[in-house]
C-alpha cells in the first residue's frame, strides 16, 4: 500500500464534474478520480473548512462512527474493474473498549476519502493500481490545462448547420 495525500478538487470545463487530485506522500505521482459536483464538493468542502447551514450526509455518517466509539484507521483504494475504482474503509472500536477486530466497509473511494479526512486517518492505495493509473506532474498539468478559447464568431451556428436546398 502506498500513502496518498488529497491535494486538490479541481473543475473542469464540464461543471457537473469534479477532479479529486489526490498525490504519492513520499513520490511524484498523482492519482486522479474523476467525480461527480456533489461528492468532489463535499471533498473541497472539507479541505477547506467553510460552515454550512445545515450538517451535510458524511457529518451525519461521521457522527454516527464516533457515536458508536468507533473510528476511521485508514481508507484504500484497491482495485479498478471497468473502469470503476474500488475502495474501503477500516474501522476498528476506539478507547477502553477497543480490541475486537477493524471492520472493513466497502464504499465509493470519494466516500473513504471523506471519512479519512473526517477522522485524520491515511488514505492508502494498492502499489499496482497506482502503477498503472498514476501520472506524472507534468501529465496532470497537460491535463488540466484549459482548452484554448475559440474566437467569438456571431455566425458560426449559421455556417455549421448550413444547407444548400437543391
Request: glycine share 6%; net charge negative; charged share 25%.
Amino acid at each position: 500500500m502506498i500513502r496518498l495525500i488529497v491535494e486538490s478538487v479541481k473543475q473542469p470545463p464540464d461543471p457537473k464534474i469534479r477532479v479529486v487530485i489526490l498525490k504519492e506522500e513520499r513520490g511524484e505521482r498523482y492519482f486522479l478520480i474523476w467525480t461527480g459536483w456533489g461528492e468532489g464538493t463535499s471533498i473541497d468542502l472539507k479541505l477547506r473548512p467553510q460552515t454550512t447551514t445545515q450538517p451535510l450526509t458524511y457529518e451525519y455518517f461521521e457522527q454516527f462512527l464516533r457515536q458508536g466509539n468507533l473510528g476511521v484507521e485508514y481508507a484504500l483504494i484497491h482495485t479498478m474493474t471497468n473502469n470503476i475504482y474500488y475502495a474501503r474503509i477500516v474501522a476498528a472500536k476506539r478507547g477502553f473498549l477497543s480490541g475486537g477486530s477493524p471492520i472493513e466497509i466497502d464504499c465509493r473511494p470519494t466516500d473513504a476519502i471523506l471519512m479519512a479526512l473526517y477522522f485524520a486517518a491515511p488514505i492508502y492505495i494498492a502499489n499496482d493500481l497506482l502503477d498503472r493509473e498514476g501520472i506524472t506532474k507534468e501529465a496532470l498539468e497537460k491535463l488540466m490545462k484549459p482548452p484554448p478559447e475559440k474566437p467569438f464568431d456571431a455566425y458560426a451556428d449559421f455556417w455549421e448547420n448550413f444547407v444548400i436546398d437543391e
